[in-house]
Nanobody, 114 residues
């Protein structure tokens, strides 16, 4: 079973930046597409950004131009650089494959507030 460990969340002011990291314990990391998802209180989990095994990226309209997803296949780690954050970005952020594996990590809380 894959283990996913997210980190890097916290409290940030509107307009600020955060960098999230996620490490996956799987030998298949380098061949799968990875993604960041988020779930805000009372809402369904949604896809934020994804990256193919060869580095092609896609973003949800809500974060396009502000967030950047990247990956390090040697470290089996995927990153999410969050810039110009807004209160609507407040959520628990998870990483997973795309399509997602059945197991999820604990996520990392991002709170955008002044």
């Amino acid at each position: 079973q894959v283990q996913l460990v997210e980190s890097g969340g916290g409290l940030v002011q509107p307009g600020g930046s955060l960098r999230l990291s996620c490490t996956a314990s799987t030998t298949f990391f380098r061949i799968v597409a990875m993604a960041w998802y988020r779930q805000a209180p009372g809402k369904q989990r949604e896809l934020v950004a994804d990256i193919t095994n060869d580095g092609r990226t896609n973003y949800a309209d809500a974060v396009q131009g502000r967030f950047t997803i990247s990956r390090d296949n040697i470290k089996k780690t995927v990153y999410l650089q969050m810039n110009s954050v807004k209160p609507d970005d407040t959520a628990v952020y998870y990483c997973n494959a795309k399509p997602a594996w059945s197991s999820w990590g604990q996520g990392t809380q991002v709170t955008v507030s002044s």
